[in-house]
T-cell receptor
Framework: GQQVMQIPQYQHVQEGEDFTTYCNSS?????IQWYKQRPGGHPVFLIQ?????EVKKQKRLTFQFGEAKKNSSLHITATQTTDVGTYFC????????????FGSGTRLQVQP | GAVVSQHPSRVICKSGTSVKIECRSL??????MFWYRQFPKQSLMLMAT?????????EQGVEKDKFLINHASLTLSTLTVTSAHPEDSSFYIC??????????FGPGTRLTVT
């Protein structure tokens, strides 16, 4: 079955440093969504990417969808302590059901 | 934005008992809701799709007789963990799709079975 892997599993950065998490799929994705889950909280939708090579920005966050639609990345510029949490990519499996297959997640810790 | 609530937020039960978790869409209707399970420091795994007015669809490996799902109305889905065992201890999260493509997640229910 489809697998969506993320690397790294965990990253610890100093506040102000940049951070990137990579999402890789074994199959071509119809689209990719990104969610953030704060410690003890629930996933919160960040963005969806649909087009091959698409790049979207949200303030300090930059999201990219690979040309082959098998990988995606989330880059955070100048991290802040509020960025702490686990970032998941997710695919809706293109079944029309809209259920999500989540990536393995990258846990970000920011040292003030 | 759309809000999804879950109740209870935390529950501790004894092995062999059943626990019911409610998921409500507060300001929108949801003909479909999803139930996920998340073990500590792991990702979310889809358990089942809750369908209003019809039977739930379970993912492979999820026992439908153990995890009973009822989608009684357009704003309420319930998950009942029957005869709970310690290995069922987990974080259970529901979600409902928004108007576009995003999912709105409930705050989750942390189940501890002793």
């Amino acid at each position: 079955g489809q697998q969506v892997m993320q690397i790294p599993q965990y990253q610890h950065v100093q506040e102000g440093e940049d951070f990137t998490t990579y999402c890789n799929s074994s199959t071509t994705l119809s689209n990719i969504q990104w969610y953030k889950q704060r410690p003890g909280g629930h996933p919160v939708f960040l963005i969806q990417l649909v087009k091959s090579g698409e790049v979207k920005k949200q303030k300090r966050l930059t999201f990219q969808f690979g040309e082959a639609k098998k990988n995606s990345s989330l880059h955070i510029t100048a991290t802040q302590t509020t960025d702490v949490g686990t970032y998941f990519c997710a695919d809706d499996m293109d079944t029309g059901r809209r259920a999500l297959t989540f990536g393995s997640g990258t846990r970000l810790q920011v040292q003030p | 934005g759309a809000v999804v609530s879950q109740h209870p937020s935390r529950v501790i039960c004894k092995s062999g008992t059943s626990v019911k978790i409610e998921c409500r869409s507060l300001d929108f209707q949801a003909t479909t809701m999803f139930w996920y399970r998340q073990f500590p420091k792991q990702s979310l795994m889809l358990m089942a799709t809750s369908n209003e007015g019809s039977k739930a669809t379970y993912e492979q490996g999820v026992e439908k007789d153990k995890f009973l799902i009822n989608h009684a109305s357009l704003t309420l889905s319930t998950l009942t963990v029957t005869s709970a065992h310690p290995e069922d201890s987990s974080f259970y999260i529901c979600s409902a799709p928004g108007l576009s493509y995003e999912q709105y997640f409930g705050p989750g229910t942390r189940l501890t079975v002793t």
